[in-house]
Structures are given as structure tokens and as C-alpha cells.
T-cell receptor, first 116, second 115 residues
Framework: DTGVSQNPRHKITKRGQNVTFRCDPI?????LYWYRQTLGQGPEFLTY????????KSRLLSDRFSAERPKGSFSTLEIQRTEQGDSAMYLC??????????????FGNGTRLTVT | AQSVAQPEDQVNVAEGNPLTVKCTYS??????LFWYVQYPNRGLQFLLK??????LVKGSYGFEAEFNKSQTSFHLKKPSALVSDSALYFC?????????????FGSGTKLNVKP
């Protein structure tokens, strides 16, 4: 178990720029989740994938946000035309699928985004 | 609707004393409950879970949690706190089967253990 890997760890960008984050889940996990965490809050659900299919998106995920998981392996989260309100920690997590209904989420260390 | 409440933003305890971090939940179906710990600038680490069975579950680092269905609570406990337990703790719930795919998190409780 090499754990969930996220890159980059930190990203500072200017308002209006586009950013992309990458997540590599635990290899045998077919579910992948993206969460956003702001200071003093718990993680908020953004979206999740079952293999390569994006099955649910939160209303928090505006049109400027897009996520992909080609071939059901790694995932990318892109934010276009960043705004200061996008500043947060973006967490990726993976888990086994529904067949392992009691499987917890395994989190990466997150990507901290600062929009100036 | 699904939600998790952690009524205490911060819990202070002396090293060696027992600790409790509170969590209550609201779901439409059956709760699958989890506790996670987060250290600064790190992701969340899984501590323990309750799915079914014995109401007292044991997890990592000597932590345990008690499920109480009538009070819709899942409080995290440890008999003797360590300074190294100081961290941010999150309770989470899955709602089976109605909204099973998502984990809902509380706002977190900061645990301070003083020597």
C-alpha cells in the first residue's frame, strides 16, 4: 500500500489563471473522491468516480471546475479562471467499491491552493 | 438529509487523563460511522469505524468509539491521553442505502493534550 499521492502539495496562482491537480489513488481502489477543505471546516464533497465514470458532482462544483479519471487510474481536477474564493486544501481520497461496503476513505496529503 | 455535528470546536485535556470527542449524526437510513485524525498540512488518517455489531469499536493508537443509536451519537474516547494525540479530529457518516456513495464530515474538533 503506497498510499494516495497528490501533486503538487502547494500551488500559488494569480486570480484568473487555470490550475490542475493530480491524484494517484491506491492501485486496487476503484472509487476516487475529491473533497475541498477550508480553514476550520471539515472536508466538503466535490465529486467521485467509480473507475473512469464520474457518478456524482456536488453543487459546489461550478462550471469552472472539471475532473477526469481516464482509464480509471489517476485523476485530475482542473479549476479554470481561478477566484480568491477557490483558495482551499483540495483532498483526494480513494476506497474499494460497493462490494466492500465498509471500506473507509484513504486520503492523500492534499494540494493547498492559494489564489492571490 | 445527512449531517454530522461536532459540538466542540476544541477539547483540552491533561496528559494521562481520559478524553472524549463528541459526534452526533443525522441520516435517513443506517449509519456507517468513521473517525479520522488530521495533523497539520496533512490529509485525514482513518482511526476506526462502526458498521454493525458491537456498539464499542476499537481502532488505531488506543482510540475507541461508542455507537449509541437512541442518541444518534458516536463519541470518540481514549482512556489515557498522550501529548502526541493533539490534532484535529473529524467524524464522518455514510447513509446506507439512501446516499451511500458520499461521506459526510463534521466540522472537526481540535484536541489539545497538555503535558
Amino acid at each position: 500500500d503506497t498510499g494516495v499521492s497528490q501533486n503538487p502539495r502547494h500551488k500559488i496562482t494569480k486570480r484568473g489563471q487555470n490550475v490542475t491537480f493530480r491524484c494517484d489513488p491506491i492501485s486496487e481502489h476503484n472509487r476516487l473522491y475529491w473533497y475541498r477543505q477550508t480553514l476550520g471546516q471539515g472536508p466538503e464533497f466535490l465529486t467521485y468516480f467509480q473507475n473512469e465514470a464520474q457518478l456524482e458532482k456536488s453543487r459546489l462544483l461550478s462550471d469552472r471546475f472539471s475532473a477526469e479519471r481516464p482509464k480509471g487510474s489517476f485523476s485530475t481536477l482542473e479549476i479554470q479562471r481561478t477566484e480568491q474564493g477557490d483558495s482551499a486544501m483540495y483532498l483526494c481520497a480513494s476506497s474499494l467499491g460497493r462490494a466492500s461496503y465498509n471500506s473507509p476513505l484513504h486520503f492523500g496529503n492534499g494540494t493547498r491552493l492559494t489564489v492571490t | 438529509a445527512q449531517s454530522v455535528a461536532q459540538p466542540e470546536d476544541q477539547v483540552n485535556v491533561a496528559e494521562g487523563n481520559p478524553l472524549t470527542v463528541k459526534c452526533t449524526y443525522s441520516v435517513s437510513g443506517n449509519p456507517y460511522l468513521f473517525w479520522y485524525v488530521q495533523y497539520p498540512n496533512r490529509g485525514l488518517q482513518f482511526l476506526l469505524k462502526y458498521i454493525t455489531g458491537d456498539n464499542l469499536v476499537k481502532g488505531s493508537y488506543g482510540f475507541e468509539a461508542e455507537f449509541n443509536k437512541s442518541q444518534t451519537s458516536f463519541h470518540l474516547k481514549k482512556p489515557s491521553a498522550l501529548v502526541s494525540d493533539s490534532a484535529l479530529y473529524f467524524c464522518a457518516v455514510r447513509d446506507a442505502p439512501y446516499n451511500f456513495n458520499k461521506f459526510y464530515f463534521g466540522s472537526g474538533t481540535k484536541l489539545n493534550v497538555k503535558p
